[in-house]
């Protein structure tokens, strides 16, 4: 009894994670437009480098050059996830951004066979075309952009999974000084690209109110920043598959939040995509092995 009781206190932090995650697309459509996705991911990540810092700064200090460029290959890609998720989450409905994002947990096993040539067990395929069809059904009527969007950024994740997984320059590398690297890369990026486009990050903040900042800093302190500490804990103080399992809830608060805080209304035949992607994907992680999972929110 006292065991079960310790396991169930051990697993409210990564729960806790997947409810963050779960809450950062409506966050997102909230704290950002079309015009200012770029800057806003700028100060999401610049406030929380610094602070992500003070946790790997060691094992950054020892990171050897081939480490740091495959920490900035990795964060290009990167880069190119969290523009199409963050573009995508403004774009479409919450409900729809949480669920569609989850297709990688079916389409990182998928690709994994393919590269390795190898046959999935038919569980695995079983869960994958349920979950393709769940999200068919979701927008049976007209896919959105954002819509389009999100599917390319599972896409790019599955894409980000496996190159992290076989990339030989990062083998053995320490995981937070890994995703610093990516993050203050990406962060790069999207700052170079908001001098061309949109919102410039310093107009941004100053035109933020105290909503807009408590939203920023719910994504930056609470989706990335906590979101990584907290698996750094759990991978060591429980299973990797029981860590993997309760993350994998994320789409389903990002659809609680999305049809009871957003307004989301889901007819009869997109409910049924939704229930199909939340079966599918669950499905998929339970019988295939567990894909390496981003911190990143």
Partial sequence: MRAARAQTIRDLPVLGVAVVWGS???????????????AMLVLRFGLVLPLLALFTWRALARLRPREWLGGVALGGVLGGIFLLETYGAVLTKVTNAGLIISLTMVFTPLAESTLRRTALPRAVLAAAGLSVLGVALLGLK????????????????????????????????????????????????????????????????????????????????????????VQMWAVRA?????????????????????????????????????????????????????????ALG
């Fill in 238 to 294: 429980t299973s990797p598959s029981r860590v993997s399992l309760l993350l994998g809830t994320e789409p389903l608060w990002a659809a609680v939040f999305g049809i009871t805080l957003a307004g989301d209304h889901l007819g009869p035949l997109a409910l049924l995509g939704a229930l199909l992607v939340l079966a599918g994907t669950e499905w998929g992680r339970r019988t295939a092995a567990p894909a390496p999972e981003s």
């Fill in 24 to 38: 950062s697309f409506l966050a997102v459509k909230n704290v950002a437009t079309p015009d200012s996705v770029v």
């Fill in 142 to 229: 007209a896919p959105t952009g954002g819509d389009l969007l999100m599917l390319g950024a599972a896409v790019v994740r599955t894409l980000h999974v496996l190159t992290m997984a076989r990339l030989k320059a990062i083998e053995g590398t320490d995981s937070g000084a890994l995703t610093w690297v990516q993050l203050a890369t990406a962060t790069a990026v999207f700052a170079v690209v908001a001098s061309f486009t949109g919102s410039s990050p310093l107009a941004l903040a100053a035109s933020y109110g105290p909503a807009d900042w408590a939203l920023l800093l719910h994504l930056s302190l609470l989706c990335t920043l906590f979101a990584f500490l």
